[in-house]
């Protein structure tokens, strides 16, 4: 039995719905009620990033805060 | 020069490391009756403050048994030795427990001792137990009441919060409750219960006091940092954490020995002014800003006026992404199986933090690259900055919007994000609250800021004052 694809929207993306959402974030474990969270968090964390400056130069890289180090 | 008196010995919690330290070398007081004294303030006022999470009496007595037959012996192992001090919840102690102030870690005993508890006690200091935290030393800025453990309260006024996320080590410090406390900061968690409890807080140059053994919160911006009642105190402890000079690949002066020398002629940029996008400080922080730099005018300080190069809202837009970000990965599995045992403030910074995608995590992290570079720039043709700590009094626990706004609104996340030392002290009362500062100093250079509070100190009245509980 073939399954039936999702539907689209208007412009061709699927629509959001809780497990997607979560298997995107990698949080498919998570209780509805946290999904449901995280969706309403969503949108204030996406305008949150972009109202980080962007620096224009793309020569200025991160700041270098992870240093590759062994275990001694 | 004032004149210090000793506190009667029924109000010792009141007495400054110090004086302590030189007591205790003296023989005029035991190891074993200080301990005692703070033992019997924990009883007599924890209950209203809830500073401490774990009280180790017996341990705390055993070792200061151990540092009274030391000292009778003649062995001093330096400036701490026989004093009692505690640490943050989320510090690693052999055989106590470390919850972090979390239902998840109730029954973590850890069995090493992180490397900054382990080098006090090698000094002779004696740890009296573990303080109160924020879940994991993080959150979100709101006080939910529904961790394991009664919610610390300001000595200040016990209806208002303590500032977070060491939100015991601020109120233990000023309450007498220990004599010096550890705690760790993010992006203030050191600084913001300092300011909100009246004591001193501080942060040094990342990398020179080691995290190893201290719950990781933002790997890219944790730093530990001591709490004292003066600065003097804050100076003896850095004096035995960092070791002689020589053994540090940073330059550096003996802390202790900078605390009381002039600040003539010291070149201070100040900021007045949090920029675009955030709040003017309250009036009483104002004056308080005024008053304090009247004070090093008046010591001989050469003060120019400046701006941030980058205002404070746009540093608290980058670490927005990446305080965030980092804990969701490092708290990735107890998010995915363990959700329901955390708080709320833990749990929706987690959900958040997830959320955060790669390219604004990145970006946030130029900026703060660029915000590292110029303030660096600017330090550099100054022996120190000031500015605010706190925008606003400490808030009403529990109370919206006046606790995220105190906690975010602040002076202090530039400073973690560029990589500065800066320290937080108390520069008058407003409503029977204390009001905050901050020296931020060149890396590597705390002794300029210690130079600069305890001269400050030295011309103000206001260690003088303590909570009344």
């Known amino acids: 039995m073939s399954k039936k694809p999702p539907a689209k929207t208007a412009s061709g993306e699927q629509p959001n719905n809780g497990h997607s959402f979560a298997a995107l974030h990698g949080l498919s474990e998570l209780k509805p009620v946290y999904l449901k969270r995280m969706e309403e968090l969503s949108v204030p964390v996406a305008t949150f990033g972009q109202q980080v400056r962007r620096l224009s130069n793309k020569e200025d890289g991160p700041a270098p805060v992870f240093v590759v180090m062994t275990r001694t | ?469």
């Open chain 2, 1 to 469: 020069m004032k004149k210090k008196i000793s506190p009667p010995s029924k109000e010792l919690w009141k007495i400054t490391l110090a004086e302590a330290s030189a007591r205790l070398q003296a023989a005029s007081l035991s190891p074993v009756e200080l301990l005692e004294a703070y033992l019997e303030r924990i009883a007599e006022v924890d209950s209203k403050i809830h500073s401490y999470i774990y009280v180790a009496a017996e341990p705390a007595r055993k070792a200061a048994k151990r540092a009274e037959s030391e000292l009778r012996s003649g062995i001093w192992k330096g400036p701490l030795h026989g004093i009692p001090f505690a640490v943050k919840d989320n510090y690693d102690v052999a055989g106590m427990p470390a919850t972090a102030g979390s239902r998840l870690r109730l029954a973590h005993t850890p069995e090493v001792d992180a490397p900054l508890v382990a080098d006090l006690k090698a000094a002779g200091a004696v740890l009296i137990g573990k303080l109160s935290t924020w879940e994991f030393g993080t959150g979100n800025g709101g006080e939910y009441f529904d961790l394991p453990f009664p919610p610390a309260r300001n000595p200040w006024d016990v209806e208002r919060f303590t500032g977070g996320s060491s939100t015991g080590a601020g109120a233990a410090v000023a309450a007498g409750t220990t004599l010096f406390a550890l705690g760790s900061d993010t992006t203030g968690s050191v600084r913001l219960p300092a300011a909100a409890c009246g004591a001193v807080g501080m942060i040094t140059t990342p990398g020179r006091l080691s995290t190893q053994g201290i719950l990781p919160n933002c790997w890219s911006l944790d730093t530990p940092g001591p709490f004292a009642w003066t600065v003097q105190d804050c100076a003896m402890i850095l004096d035995t954490l960092l070791g002689p000079p020589a053994a540090n690949a940073l330059p550096q002066r003996s802390f202790s020995r900078s605390v009381g020398l002039p600040i003539s002629g010291l070149r201070i940029a100040v900021v007045a002014d949090p920029g675009p996008g955030f709040p003017q400080a309250d009036r009483p922080l104002q004056n308080g800003l005024d008053q304090a730099l009247e004070v090093l005018e008046k010591l001989g300080a050469r003060l120019t006026h400046v701006k941030l190069p980058i205002p404070a809202a746009e540093c608290f837009a980058a670490s927005r992404m990446i305080g965030p970000a980092e804990s969701a990965a490092i708290h990735e599995d107890e998010l995915k199986h363990h959700a329901d045992q955390m708080g709320f403030a833990l749990r929706d910074k987690l959900l958040a933090g997830s959320l955060v995608r790669a390219v604004d995590y990145l970006a946030a992290q130029r900026l703060r690259r660029a915000i590292a570079t110029s303030l660096d720039t600017l330090l550099r043709g100054y022996d120190a900055l000031v500015t605010f700590g706190t925008l606003h009094l400490p808030p009403r626990l529990g109370v919206e919007p006046e606790m995220t706004a105190f906690t975010v609104e602040t002076m202090l996340t530039p400073f973690n994000l560029s990589g500065h030392p800066a320290l937080v002290q108390c520069n008058g009362f407003a409503k029977g609250l204390p009001l905050n500062w901050q020296i931020i100093g060149n890396r590597g250079d705390e002794a300029t800021i210690l130079q600069i509070a305890g001269a400050y100190e030295a011309a103000t009245p206001w260690r003088n004052r303590r909570p009344t509980l």
